[in-house]
């Protein structure tokens, strides 16, 4: 059982998973949440983005753009082979490449904001998921309508735009 003085971390914007304390950590990562005066007991901090200085920021951008080739690249050859085709890199950077880059980015700030907070020696807790509670893929485009009605999908693709 969580005392008073324990701190929450927010890692997800799915609202059933949060196990709120007084004072609770929003990742700068969100943007969504409008309606946090419904909990009038509880603080919420945003801790300080990271990335923001503009040195900061062209280096990223080279690394980010450099890994999302380097990803591009295998995701190619890799495509290539389950198809049994042989389109060059640029056919499967038109096709995939924006994807692929938001993705990168996406999860490069969630884990520098992640890693900025548990490096900040705030003593917080948070919950995690159980991969194995999800579906990765769906079997049809039934199932892709089905799934993309879920909560936490359309949390997900709203934070990764």
Same mark, same amino acid.
């Given at each position: ?17 949060? +196990?709120?304390?007084? @004072?609770?950590? $929003? ?6 949440? =409008?309606? /946090? *005066? &419904? %909990? ?21 951008? +080279?690394?980010?753009? @450099?890994?999302? $080739? ?6 190619? =050859?890799? /495509? *290539? &082979? %389950? ?21 990168? +980015? ?16 705030? *003593?917080? %807790? ?36």
């Amino acid at each position: 059982m969580q005392s008073n003085n324990e701190k929450f971390l927010i890692t997800s914007g799915l609202e059933s998973s949060w +196990k709120l304390s007084r @004072k609770n950590y $929003l990742l700068n990562y969100f943007n969504i949440f =409008k309606n /946090l *005066n &419904k %909990y009038k007991n509880k603080k919420f901090i945003y801790p300080k983005p990271y990335g923001i200085k503009l040195s900061y920021k062209v280096r990223n951008e +080279k690394f980010l753009n @450099k890994l999302s $080739l380097q990803i591009l690249s295998d995701l190619s =050859k890799e /495509l *290539n &082979k %389950y198809l049994g085709a042989s389109f060059d890199n640029r056919y499967w950077t038109i096709i995939t490449g924006n994807c692929v880059r938001i993705k990168v +980015k996406t999860i490069f700030y969630r884990y520098k904001s992640l890693e900025k907070i548990i490096n900040s020696n705030k *003593n917080l %807790y948070t919950t995690a998921s159980n991969i194995d509670d999800y579906i990765l893929s769906t079997s049809d485009s039934i199932n892709i309508v089905n799934a993309t009605l879920d909560e936490e999908w359309e949390c997900n693709s709203t934070l990764s735009k």
